[in-house]
């Protein structure tokens, strides 16, 4: 599920929305697996690259699966909008699960990112709900066997939706996405920005996620900071280890921590990247945010934390 509104009689096409969220994942399953995963795969690049061709497709696919109450979905698209520029579709109720559920849903594209929102009028079945992004695959069935054979869990094994497929995957640390594949192929442009996946890990998992990450996504690390200023995350005096990855998923930047993290660091699961952080936080609090962190700066920039109607809490940085 993901982001089909294209081609079709409206650009925004309400069913594309249903799907965009279909598979919500699941992080409270343990990472016991991590350990117990398919055997290692060869390291050799070449030899990786044979056998399990990149799936990606490109970072415009991404979306971040933001979830509010359905009373404040309005407000949310309306705020989110204000601040980064961007349109929605019309919002519309639908059933997202393969049980019965119902949930008005809108998808959201702006210039520095995607995103699917829902705001679910019935519970959220289980194991729905909390997965982070949805992230385009070329061949579903390609991707799920690639992500197994790099050490992910299959939460939900691939299914229909009404315009292609989906599945959820777990990665060592409990890090949870969605893959989808649609039927007909959307086309957009490249982001303004590419935004960051933010991902909080354990010292105990964060190598085995890494490299497991990098086989599937075939990925490249930009830097690996073993000290870095771990007031980016609320905690300033001290030093954190933080990773930054590139591939054909977009961006992700790995904090490594003791998981005490101070508030709100950690219920954040995207980093958007902005030309003016002070200029951003005014439109955002014009529409109705809130700053739960205050602009931070340090060696990497400026950074600071949001909260949007609904309580979506979104991180923003400078750069593209």
């Not at 407000?75 to 601040?83: G, R």
Request: contains cysteine; neutral net charge; proline residues 7%.
């Amino acid at each position: 599920m993901g982001n089909q509104m294209f081609k079709s009689r409206h650009q925004f096409r309400p069913v594309a929305i249903l799907c965009a969220a279909l598979l919500i994942g699941l992080t409270s399953v343990s990472s016991a697996f991590a350990d117990a995963g398919p055997p290692e795969v060869p390291t050799d690049k070449a030899a990786l690259a044979a056998k399990h061709a990149d799936v990606s497709v490109g970072a415009q696919y991404d979306t971040t699966h933001v979830y509010v109450a359905s009373a404040d979905l309005d407000a949310f698209v309306t705020s989110f909008l204000a601040t980064f520029g961007g349109k929605a579709s019309p919002r519309a109720v639908f059933t997202v699960t393969p049980t019965p559920s119902k949930t008005a849903s809108q998808y959201v594209q702006t210039p520095v990112g995607m995103l699917s929102v829902f705001g679910f009028e019935t519970a959220i079945p289980y194991p729905f709900g909390n997965e982070r992004t949805g992230y385009l695959v070329t061949d579903i069935d390609k991707a799920v066997k690639a992500a197994r054979a790099a050490g992910a869990d299959i939460v939900v094994d691939p299914f229909d939706d009404p315009i292609g497929k989906d599945a959820i995957i777990q990665w060592p640390g409990g890090v949870t996405m969605q893959l989808y594949w649609h039927t007909k192929a959307p086309n957009y442009a490249p982001l303004q920005s590419v935004p960051d996946n933010r991902v909080y890990v354990s010292r105990y998992e964060a190598d085995n996620f890494v490299r497991r990450w990098l086989r599937f996504s075939h990925g490249k690390v930009v830097s690996d900071n073993p000290r870095a200023d771990a007031g980016v995350i609320g905690r300033p005096g001290e030093t954190i280890r933080v990773i930054r990855i590139s591939s054909g998923f977009g961006h992700m930047v790995v904090f490594v921590t003791d998981g005490k993290l101070p508030v709100p660091f950690g219920s954040e699961t995207t980093g958007y990247g902005v030309e003016d952080v002070a200029q951003t936080i005014e439109r955002a609090q014009a529409a109705g945010a809130k700053v739960l962190y205050p602009p931070y700066h340090s060696g990497t920039g400026t950074t600071a934390m949001l909260e949007f109607p609904g309580r979506y809490i979104a991180e923003v940085h400078d750069g593209k």
